[in-house]
C-alpha cells in the first residue's frame, strides 16, 4: 500500500507543471494534498477524479488560501467509511486544514498545519491549533485506534531537519515551544516514520525557500511527515523523501506499508 503527501502549493498550479502524469507515474494508493488553494469546482475536471481516483476536499472559506484534498481509488475496498472535513473547531475548520478519512484499517488525517510565520497572532493561533490537534487525537490514540498523521507540519523537529540549525534557531517553524510540541505528540503514541526507518540521514528536506532559492544548494527544511500510531509500525516498509519531484516549493513525501 503506497501513500504520498505533497504541499502543491496551488493545485491548478500543478496541475500545470506535470500533476496529473506524476499520479500515474507513481500510482499512489491514497494521495494527501495541502495548500491546494482553491475550491472544486475552480478546477479542471480532471483534477477530481484524476487517473481513476475519487476525491475529498477542504476548502477555505477564503477563496485562494490554504485548503486540503485527499485522493482515494475509486474502487469499493479503499472508499472511505466516513469523511469528515475537520475536527469541530471552526477556526480551524474554516481554513480548510483537514481531510480525514476513515478506511477498514486505519484512519486516515490529512493536515495543513498553521504557519505561524506572519506575526505574533498567527504565532498564538499555530500553538493553539497545536494543543488542540493534541487534545483531539490523544482519546483516539488512547482507545488503540490506529491512526496515520500526514501534511505539511510546518516544524523542522530536530536539528538533523533543518540546513542551518544555529542560524534558525529563532525563525518560525524551528523555535523551541514548536520542536517541544512535536516532541509531546511523539509521546501521545506517534512515530516519525521517515526518521524511524533513516534515523540518521542528513540533508533530506521537504522545503526549500523560493525567496532564498533555497533548492540550488538543497538549503532545505524537513516540515511535512507521516506520523503514524505504534499499531501500524509494523506494516512500515518503507518512508522516503521524493526531492527530486519538482513543481512546488515542497516536495512530496512517501510511506509504504504492508497490505
Known sequence: MKLISWNVNGIRAAYKKGFVEFIEREDPDYLCLQETKAHPE??????LKPAGRKSYWSSAK?????????YVRDIPQEEPKKVSHGIGIEEYDSEGRFVVTEHKDFTLYNIYFVNGGSGQERHD??????KDLSAHLKPLVD???????????NIAHREI????????????GFLPE??????SFLELGFVDTFRHLNPNARDRYTWWS??????????G???????VTKNLLNRVRRAEVLDGQMGSDHCPVLLELSD
Open 42 to 47: 475552480q478546477c479542471e475536471p480532471i483534477l
Open 62 to 70: 477564503r477563496k485562494g488560501y490554504s485548503g486540503t484534498a485527499t
Open 125 to 130: 493561533f499555530k500553538q493553539r491549533f497545536l
Open 143 to 153: 482507545a488503540g485506534r490506529p491512526i496515520i498523521v500526514t501534511g505539511d507540519y
Open 161 to 172: 531537519d533543518i540546513h542551518d540549525p544555529v542560524r534558525l534557531a529563532g525563525e518560525s
Open 178 to 183: 514548536e520542536r517541544a510540541w512535536f516532541d
Open 210 to 219: 523560493y525567496v532564498e532559492r533555497g533548492r540550488l544548494g538543497n538549503r
Open 221 to 227: 527544511w524537513r516540515i511535512d511527515y507521516f506520523c
